[in-house]
């Protein structure tokens, strides 16, 4: 974001860094509110609803701080977005790791998980400046992060309740 933000919507650096610093730390609080979710309402309904959610917002926030230029919109819309959607990891990942076999619950998440940033987290702002080069639209990055936010809820959607006593 901090790229995007400089150079696509052209803020000044410290701005932009501000932008990372509150989306990171909403990061990490939808990340501590989801895992304690998770634990009183069961993984399932924390994963879906919330990614529900993000992908409903993101292209409407990413319009509001695209039209408006604004500190609060930039500030106030990446931090939205990453609070909402954070929530979803910890039930995902506590999920994920509760449907592997107890011996290799360790390994093959770490494998999982390392292929999937090194792919998604590794090719996303490559990706998306492409995106933006190619379409000349400060929207880009939205349509993909609608469309990861898809293929993420269409994967949580088929994942079963792995809460103990919910199941």
């Given amino acids: 974001m901090t790229t995007y933000a400089e150079t696509t919507l052209r803020v000044a650096a410290d701005l932009a860094f501000a932008t ?3 989306s990171n730390a909403m990061g990490v609080a939808g990340a501590l509110c989801g895992g304690y979710l998770a634990d009183r ?3 399932r309904p924390v994963m879906i609803w919330p990614q529900l959610a993000a992908l409903l917002l993101t292209y409407p926030v990413f319009l509001w701080i695209v039209e408006t230029h604004s500190a609060w919109a930039l500030l106030g819309g990446f931090g939205l977005l990453s ?3 954070s929530i979803p990891y910890s039930a995902f990942y506590v999920a994920m790791v509760e449907g592997l076999p107890k011996n290799i619950r360790g390994g093959a998440f770490a494998t999982i998980y390392a292929v999937a940033i090194a792919s998604f987290g590794g090719t996303a702002q490559l990706i998306v400046t ?4 190619v379409t000349g639209n400060a929207l ?3 349509w993909y992060l609608v469309f990861a936010a898809t293929v993420g809820l269409a ?3 088929m994942m079963r309740e792995s809460a103990p006593g919910r199941r």
């Avoid at 492409?130 to 080069?133: E, S, V």
């Fill in 155 to 157: 994967a949580m959607a």
């Fill in 140 to 142: 880009a990055p939205a």
């Fill in 83 to 85: 609070l909402i959607g």
């Fill in 41 to 43: 309402f069961g993984r």
């Fill in 20 to 22: 990372s610093v509150v």
């Fill in 130 to 133: 492409w995106l933006i080069h």
